[in-house]
């Protein structure tokens, strides 16, 4: 095996092109998620509804994953990191200062922003299985580097911190999980619709150029290194939003939620729901909640295993995640529509 | 300086595990292009195959070149029923695959001989090596077959027929594919070969770190982080590669200070990076070159 130069032509990216208008759920489906979003809580229990606010910001970390790799073509292992930062942002504001919730989420944003692009420095040198190392290690790095004693009257160290649930405001009569849901649901379809904006963008036209092609975005005239650390650092805030929800929904923190597994979980997420189309996130949340659940109701001894071949079905029926179920729902209606 | 050389051959002899492990993952990455995050479990599950056959009564020898061949077969089948099949799906969707496989191993491997810990024996004995109180016999032992093996690997690859097949599959599969190379087989050999690197590592590491399902975790974690710092592409770099995760985990457990055990990892890792952005294709990578 020689030092020699090995040439790699075209054809073995890592991320397939996802054109940007394969990326999005069209304006009628839309709206029937939506409407079922808004009403299926007024009639199911507080469990959940609890599950599906659990839905709703785990698929956000999903989404702004999605935005890394299937946008721009970078890979992450470190989003539990992010997701960290911005549920202990959240926590230690709103119970060691008793700064209201709904102004944490922002600041939990944009202090994850800032993390994310100022990490994307030195991983610009780095792509495919380096870029995962490199983020793999920022993972493994944040459940010690939030035990570290200095930090504890902050974060509490290995105890974690007991967050107080919002009632709901302005009298509603509402349940406190109920308007946690709507609340959440409210945040993420903000967060959605500026993702979705933000990749029809030339911003976004300039993710995906990188994505299909470095060089020849660069060629173009495409800033790479300004545009690959911008996608970190969108993709590092939405997930701090998403981990500060986490942090009022479960009422609680600790370092041990923020490891390696949760970034493979999102990961997950990510590949069942379709890599680059932003909707199946939710798809892909609702896989990693249930699944296992499921999994552990078949066999108590073997639920690893059964969440495994699980997983194995899924991919070899669908290669391509619930995009692909998308694309044939789609062929299908409309050759009912021809007939 | 004392402490200095002290630690040095204590991380020494920690890397020779690593560089171990670094070694199958280089292989398989070789063969299919791909980190395999189940390689671990797999290795993992190899070791308690042959800790079973020594419970039978099998010779620790016998029980090691059997589990050897099971091991290779076992890799093979995997490739042959399970990844075949994904052999066209995007990159991600394979590596999602892994996963799964990873949760399958260590999930059955846990039904079948539970979670208690269990002694594993070595060959080596474990007295002192050379009167050193750091490196014991079983160390040094581990050492010399990391070096055997690499140089095993370094002939078959450069001076057999196969070893020739199997590079060329992996670097220009369909110009390969034309000269009359099965290119699918070579894959599922390069998986046969890398399970069985595997279970040698498994079965060398056990005494040390003991045998129980999760045997693997920090251990293949340290061995990715040693086969990309040497760069993917280069057996001789994986070992060397482990050999300098060892220390580095080592010394920065002893001079930095406030770093316990805990930090250890997240040190040595982040060195590994400021490393890699120097040498973004690891330190004996080849540099690889894109036509647009």
Known sequence: MSAAEDVVTEGNEAVEAVPKRAMTLGLGTSLVVLLLLVAVPLFAKNFIIFQMTQLLYLGLAVLALNILTGGSGQFSLGQSAFYGIGAYVTAVMMEQFNIPYFLCLPVAGVLCFGVGFLFGQPALRLSGVYLALATFALATAMPQLLKLNFLEPWTGGVQGLVVTKPDAPFGLKMSQDMWLYYFTLVVVLAIYVFSVNLLRSRSGRAFMAIRDNEIAASAMGVNVALYKTLAFGVSAGITGVAGGLSAIAVQFVAPDSFTITLAIQLFLGMVVGGVGWLPGSIVGAAFIIFVPNIAEGVSKGLSGAVFGVILFIVIYLVPHGARQVAILGQQFAGRLRRN | ?292
């Open chain 2, 1 to 292: 300086m004392e402490l200095f050389t002290n630690q040095v051959l204590a991380g020494i002899a920690t890397g020779a595990i690593y560089a171990c492990m670094a070694l199958a993952v280089v292989m398989i990455y070789q063969a299919i292009d791909h980190l395999n995050f189940a390689q671990g479990e797999m290795a993992m599950f190899s070791t308690f195959i042959s800790w079973q056959l020594m419970q039978w009564g099998v010779p620790y020898w016998a029980a090691f070149v059997i589990t050897l061949v099971l091991s290779f077969i076992g890799g093979i089948a995997i490739e042959r029923i399970l990844f075949k099949p994904l052999a066209k799906a995007p990159v991600l969707t394979n590596v999602a695959g892994f996963i799964a496989l990873f949760s399958i191993i260590n999930s059955s491997a846990g039904l079948i001989w539970d979670f208690t810990i269990k002694q594993y024996p070595t060959p080596f004995g474990s007295s002192p090596f050379l009167g050193s109180q750091l490196v014991s016999t079983h160390q040094a032992g581990m050492i010399g077959v990391t070096v055997l093996l690499l140089l095993g690997l370094y002939f078959f690859f450069q001076y057999t027929r196969i070893g020739l097949a199997m590079r060329a599959a992996a670097s220009v599969p369909e110009s390969a594919r034309l000269v009359g190379i099965n290119t699918s087989w070579m894959i599922a050999l390069g998986w046969g070969m890398a399970s069985a690197i595997g279970s040698i590592a498994g079965m060398l590491i056990a005494p040390v770190v003991f045998l129980e399902p999760n045997m693997m975790g920090g251990v293949l974690i340290y061995g990715f982080a040693a086969a990309v710092l040497g760069g993917l592409t280069s057996p001789f770099g994986a070992v060397v590669g482990g050999f300098l995760v060892g220390i580095f985990e080592n010394l920065a457990g002893t001079y930095i200070p406030g770093v316990g055990n805990e930090l250890k990892l997240p040190i040595a890792l982040a060195l590994i990076i400021s490393v890699l952005v120097v040498k973004p294709a690891g330190l004996f990578g080849r540099h690889i070159v894109k036509r647009v």
